[in-house]
């Protein structure tokens, strides 16, 4: 693996074994309902990833590495290239400009924080709960 591929991650598919975040996959419609629905109880962050940019995979593995909120949020993983169509729909149900990478903080159903590129910070997300 070359340096570049160390530092910022292939440009292969997301492999989440790794990760001390349990993500759920945002892979249907539907789940942006549960979402919205859990988040009355539980706020949730959804992260939207390109599977083809190294600077995503950069900004999900400092994430990644900064994340201990596990009790405190559940954690939807989007990889855009896939779902595309679910990307689209967050942007517009929860009224956000599309970017990628991003990271959304759902709290009573509305999205109350976004965030992308260099400004996805673990630290800054806990401050927002």
């Known amino acids: 693996m070359s340096v570049f591929s160390n530092l910022f991650g ?11 975040i349990n993500w759920t996959p945002l ?13 009355e109880q539980k ?3 959804i992260f939207k990833h390109s599977t083809r940019c190294s600077i995503s995979r950069f ?5 990644e590495k900064d994340f201990d909120l596990e009790d405190k949020v559940d954690a939807y993983f989007l990889d855009l290239l896939e779902h595309r169509d679910i990307s689209n729909e967050i942007a517009s149900r ?6 990628s990478p991003q990271l959304l903080l759902i709290k009573e159903g509305k999205s109350v924080y976004d965030v ?3 400004g996805i910070n673990a630290g800054v997300l806990k401050g927002k709960l």
Do not use: C, R, W
């Open 27 to 39: 892979t249907y419609m539907g789940q942006l309902d549960e979402i919205v629905a859990f988040s």
């Open 94 to 99: 929860f009224g956000v400009y599309h970017q």
């Open 116 to 118: 992308s590129h260099e």
């Open 43 to 45: 706020p949730a962050v």
């Open 59 to 63: 900004a999900l593995k400092q994430f």
């Open 10 to 20: 292939s440009s292969e598919k997301q492999d989440n074994s790794n990760s001390k």
